[in-house]
Nanobody, 126 residues
């Protein structure tokens, strides 16, 4: 599976943005999917994950209530809906896929994910 993230750009604090991750290949509907991000000078961190069934999601505390992860298996696409953006949300956002997990598994550990997209830059500026 190849992952192509898109939708990043510039936004003001308090604004909204939607990221997309298009997956090519036949395993998307059976892959748990996640978004991670990496800010300049910082370690990569977990943002959100969704199980392959769509029945379970998990979020980093820093984005709970502001970000929503969603997937459309018919379109092989993962989304991250971001609202009430803050300057500290500025980072390169990566989508990632994990195969072979349970139907409600939405892990936050990066080692669970075997396949990564190229990243899309999100900049929240004031």
């Amino acid at each position: 599976v190849q992952l192509q993230a898109s939708g990043g750009g510039l936004v003001q604090p308090g604004g909204s943005m939607r990221l997309s991750c298009l997956a090519s290949g036949s395993t998307f509907s059976r892959d748990a999917m996640a978004w991670f991000r990496q800010a300049p000078g910082k370690e990569r961190e977990f943002v959100a994950a969704v199980s392959w069934s769509g029945g379970s999601t998990s979020y980093a505390d820093s984005v709970k209530g502001r970000f929503t992860i969603a997937r459309d298996n018919a379109k092989n696409t993962l989304y991250l809906l971001m609202s009430r953006l803050r300057p500290e949300d500025t980072a390169v956002y990566y989508c990632a896929a994990a195969n072979g997990l349970g139907f409600l598994s939405a892990p936050s550990d990066s080692y669970e994910y075997h396949n990564w997209g190229q990243g899309t830059q999100v900049t929240v500026y004031s």
